[in-house]
Nanobody
């Protein structure tokens, strides 16, 4: 069974940066599409970015140019570099996995999830 654990969340001022990490076990990373999603209180979960098993990336329009998703198959790790953070991006950020190739940033399409890491951006 795929197990995912996020780290790297925290509090930062607007305009600051954070790097999230997601470690996995129970699977071979290279066989999976991996994504980052976020959910703010009272709001639906939304897709932030995904990276397919060939290294192709998809970003939500709101983060394009500021966030970078990457993966290290040798370390079974996924990363999200977040720059120029905004207060409205305060949320619980979770990584997710889906076996095989996939390119749609839809939470319902991913079947393995981590517990999440909190990101708080203050103005």
């Amino acid at each position: 069974q795929v197990q995912l654990v996020e780290s790297g969340g925290g509090s930062v001022q607007a305009g600051g940066s954070l790097r999230l990490s997601c470690g996995g076990s129970g699977y071979t990373l290279s066989n999976y599409c991996l994504g980052w999603f976020r959910q703010a209180p009272g709001k639906e979960r939304e897709g932030v970015a995904l990276i397919d098993n060939y290294g192709g990336t998809v970003y939500a329009a709101s983060v394009k140019g500021r966030f970078t998703i990457s993966r290290d198959n040798a370390k079974n790790a996924l990363y999200l570099q977040m720059n120029s953070l905004k207060p409205e991006e305060t949320a619980m950020y979770s990584c997710a996995a889906r076996k095989g190739w996939w390119s749609l940033l839809r939470p319902e399409s991913f079947d393995s999830w981590g517990q999440g890491t909190q990101v708080t951006v203050s103005s």
